[in-house]
Nanobody, 123 residues
Framework: VQLVESGGGLVQAGGSVRLSCAASGLTFSRHHMGWFRQAPGKEREFAAAISWSGGTPAYADSVKGRFTISRDNAKNTVYLRMNSLNPEDTALYYC?????????????????WGQGTQVTVSS
């Protein structure tokens, strides 16, 4: 299984970025997909998730209203649109694939991880 993130970079506060995660080696349409992030010196935390069918997504309170997760099952790709970024959003963003919706927010239970893409927000 491979999850390959892209789209990270340096952005100014208030700006936007869209991350992509291309999946291979798994039945993408049967996996729930998520995004986690890890800031320097902090634990990896849940950011957003979307079910295999693309139904009602889930968001951490810290990103709700600013981030939007979506997926394209035809392209085996999940996206994270991040708006109104602030320096506290600076982190390594990881794509995750998981088979159980009830535990998609648990970093210790995720089935598969990508390598991460860095997002740095300057003030």
């Amino acid at each position: 299984v491979q999850l390959v993130e892209s789209g990270g970079g340096l952005v100014q506060a208030g700006g936007s970025v869209r991350l992509s995660c291309a999946a291979s080696g798994l039945t993408f349409s049967r996996h729930h997909m998520g995004w986690f992030r890890q800031a320097p010196g902090k634990e990896r935390e849940f950011a957003a998730a979307i079910s295999w069918s693309g139904g009602t997504p889930a968001y951490a309170d810290s990103v709700k209203g600013r981030f939007t997760i979506s997926r394209d099952n035809a392209k085996n790709t999940v996206y994270l649109r991040m708006n109104s970024l602030n320096p506290e959003d600076t982190a390594l963003y990881y794509c995750a694939a998981h088979t159980v919706w009830a535990t998609i927010t648990s970093r210790d239970k995720v089935n598969y991880w990508g390598q991460g893409t860095q997002v740095t927000v300057s003030s």
